[in-house]
Each structure stands twice: as C-alpha cells, then as structure tokens.
C-alpha cells in the first residue's frame, strides 16, 4: 500500500532538536525529519552522502572552507568525507535523506548521538 506522509502532521508529532526520527525508506535509504537549533557537532560521514532539504526556517551548514545557507525549500547534499556543523539561529524543520548506515554525529559520538532513530 502507497502511504501519503503530511509533513506538517509528522513533525508536529514531536519537540525535541537534534534527534532525527524516521519518516520512510527508500531503497537502502531512510527519509527522516529533524529539528535543529543552535549548533550541532562537527563531523563527516567517511561512506555516505547527506541531503538536508528545509522545510520551515533557514540554517547554516558550517565547512572547514567556508558555510552554505539553506532556506524554505532549498537542499544541499554533503558529500561522504566532508567535515561539516549544522547551525541554526532558530528552530528549523529538515528532511534528511540518507543511507541507512549513516549515525547522526557521523565519526563522533557524544550525547547526540542516536543509535537507532524512533519511526513516526
């Protein structure tokens, strides 16, 4: 069965900032939704790619080399290897799709980390 996903509806289904919850699968990928604020973690992803998509507010990706600003309706893809921090002034809303291998604090763990992310 082909199940419709209201992203509004999901993301209201929970409050808590940097701690992804899983939404779908696609192939060997998961689709999860995440709310940030203020600075993440730095980290990279030695095997996998990362795509942050915002649904609601605006963030930073901080890089070693510089930032990329993401608003409503603008995603970036990390590629695997970048060391990256995620940042936002305010809360945002962000789909993430990614393997399903990927840890959320990458090649750091902390208190962040979410070892097997809670499906909604």
Do not use: Y
Request: overall charge negative.
């Amino acid at each position: 069965m082909i199940e419709k996903v209201n992203l509004s509806e999901k993301f209201s289904l929970f409050r808590e900032h940097w701690s992804p919850k899983i939404a779908g699968e696609v192939n060997d990928s998961f689709v999860k939704l995440v709310k940030f604020q203020g600075p993440f973690v730095w980290h990279k992803h030695d095997a996998e790619d990362e795509m942050f998509l915002v649904v609601r507010g605006r963030f930073k990706i901080m890089l070693r080399d510089g930032e990329v600003e993401l608003g409503e309706g603008e995603f970036a893809i990390v590629p695997r290897g970048v060391e990256h921090m995620p940042v936002a002034e305010e809360e945002v809303h962000v789909l993430l799709f990614e393997p399903k291998t990927v840890l959320n604090t990458g090649d750091v763990r902390n208190e962040r980390t979410v070892d097997e992310p809670q499906r909604i």
